[in-house]
């Protein structure tokens, strides 16, 4: 069975597993859904991050025609995942940090990290120095979505709150609020 | 003798209904039956029927009925005896007969010399009582037909009877029951059903001329009474005419008993009815009060009362009261008790004599055994030497007889001399094949090798007889010769296992927990070895090397590779296995991680509907191709 890998119309290159059917389907085997797993959650950061999305659903497995439809479901092989297990590959990422439930105490939709709150934190800093906004008080949305598209454009309120907790650990930032939510003041590495 | 002492004849062309008295009933009949008098058979009477009534035995004689019938007095009888039979013994039942109540020699008109008396030997006792009679006291009219004691007293007010015409030749040693009789005429008269050949003349009617009948007492016109008839009379007093009655008249043992022969069985029936007839005492029936036989107010025919009636009488009238009952029940009690002892008994003694014939049987099998089992395992040596394993000539022995056993048979090896096997056919089909039967707890002591010995033979059940290898069987082709539940299978459920094992036991069936020890010994009697595998369900199967984990893993991957994923039902198909035992071994395939899924519910369009987990039949197997998968898609 030659498998092999194919570019979607958005320009995602799907590995070759994307292919075979056994892959859409949960296996009772512990060790060979691990295998399955790793795959399946490298494929979903992967895709999020050339596709910048951050909210996985379950629905997205229910109903056709969402932003993730290119991974979760394969035409060519007549495949697609089953709510059931995307909500299990949920459950994975989340224990393995590279996801967190969103809204928390729910397990229906996350917030993939394809970058960390880490990096996402640096990523911050480095577009407020880039920016020069440093030392300005920013709100969230300002940073979330700023007149001029950035790498942080569309990042949701709860993962930026963590990225901004990590820099004010770093004492790079500073929480402030403001009257119309919060706002954070970056300040230059020290 | 007692047939002539205590009988009376009958005229057996009337049916036993019509005979009875009006308060008697026929209680049961048994036809085929011979009468032995005293320990002889009685030559006349070897083939009749026999009725019991509530007061009297009826023998109807089958071809001679009007000639050799004879009726009995049931108040005769002392004991009764039941003998069941042995052989070309015919049933019988004695019965006892008290020597005290025999009709003394002149009364009894004897039986053989029937015809021309037949008025005369309608015995006393009966007569008596076929006349109706006007009570003295209250002047009712006592209709004909009643019993004997029953016609004694009257039936409105209880009186005895008391008038009666002394008979000149009623004799004093009377039974009881004849011991009030009208009159020589009434005797003679009263009984229309008989027909009289011997009339002489009619009697003429004094009021109204009328020629009557002898046989009637009153003017059938008129109702005036009738003169004595001098021809009945005369045949009455007529002894001369009596055999001789054989000297030293005191009655002995042989005399005093009949037997009745039952040639066609009914016997237990009959004796049964009989019994109840007796204990019932219908004739003492209508006595009034204790002291009537002798006390009562006609103590004129106290002279003619024998001392035995009242001797006999007295012990028999027990059927009063609650007393009466108790010791029915007590008596019936006993006699179940007593016949359920006989039966044991006998049950006991057909153990062991059975049990010598068992041995016997055993003893000639082992020797044939021992003699045909050197002999076919020389032949298999020299023809084909390849065959010989150390299990196949250590159960030879028992191989063939189990071969036997499934064909139900007389099937040998066939080297065996046509003598030998005639014997085992023989016992075979007596069920006495004694290397046949299974092997149970009790023939081996020791609990080890009794499982050793159940493995052995749970070894030939699963792959037959070892003589099938190899070489062919003359003349024994018939479907499942020999074949065992495993032979042509290579993996077989438990269950399906016990349950055949079982069935080719017959006999002490094996609880399963025995069963699972015999597994494990299992694979040292078995070529190829077969073992035992649980599945992770806990299903447990036995199977043959083939059939191990590891070989159908292999062959299923080989499988899977060519036809490019298969269903279980395909893989049960390739495999000759039911689908729920391959299920079984495709999923403990899947535990390895060789292999894996690819279930149709995740189908886009069509296969599992909505994803609902109507898995199962829609699995597909696939192998697993990445263990070590590389990503090659984006970074």
Redesign the interface.
Known sequence: MALSSFTTPSGFLLPSIHSAPPFFTEQPNPRTQAQFTAQWTRLILTYARHRKLFMLRVEDAEVAGGDWDEILRNERINRRILPSHLSSLLDTMVASEQAAFEPPKQSRAAIIYWRTPEEWADALHAWAVATGQLNTILTFYEIADPPVPSPLSGIPIPLLRRAVTFLVKSNRAQIISVADGEGVRLFAAK | MALRRYTTSIDGTIPAPALVYSDEEVLASQDNVGIYDGLQKAPDHQNGTIHVTSHRLFFVHASRPHALSFAMDLAHIVRTESYSGLFSSSPKVTLILDPDTAYDDITSISASTSTLDIAGNVGVSDQVNFASWTCEVCNHRNPPGLSPTAAKVCALCGVPRSAVPSSSSISSSLPSSSSLPTSVLSTRTATPDIPVKGTTSEITCPACTFLNVPSRTMCEICGTPLPISTAGASAKSAPVSRPVTPSGGGPNANESLIKISFRKGGDKAFYAILRRSLKAQAWEGRRIGAGTPKGGPGSGQGTTMAGGTADTGAPRRLGIGIDAILRNVETSAQNTEDDLNDAFKDLDALMIKAKDLVQLAEELNEKLTTSSSTTTEKFRTDTVPSFVSSAASSTVSAGSSRYEQFTATTLVPSTEPEEATFIRSSLSQLGLQMANAPITADMIKDERRWVEELARELAQVLQGSPNDFGRSRPGKAGPGSGVGIMKRRGIVALDEVWGGWNRARGVSLIPPSTFLQALPHLVTYTSPPIQTRTFKSGLMALHTPPYTHTAFAARLAGYLTIF?GMNTPQVAEEEGVAVGLAAEMVDAV????TI????L???????GAG?AGGAGVDV?W?M????G?Q?????
């Open positions: 490019d899947e535990q390895d991680g894996c899924r690819d279930d519910a995740c189908a886009i369009v069509g296969g994803g597909r696939v697993n191709e990445w263990e998968y990503w090659d898609g984006q970074e």
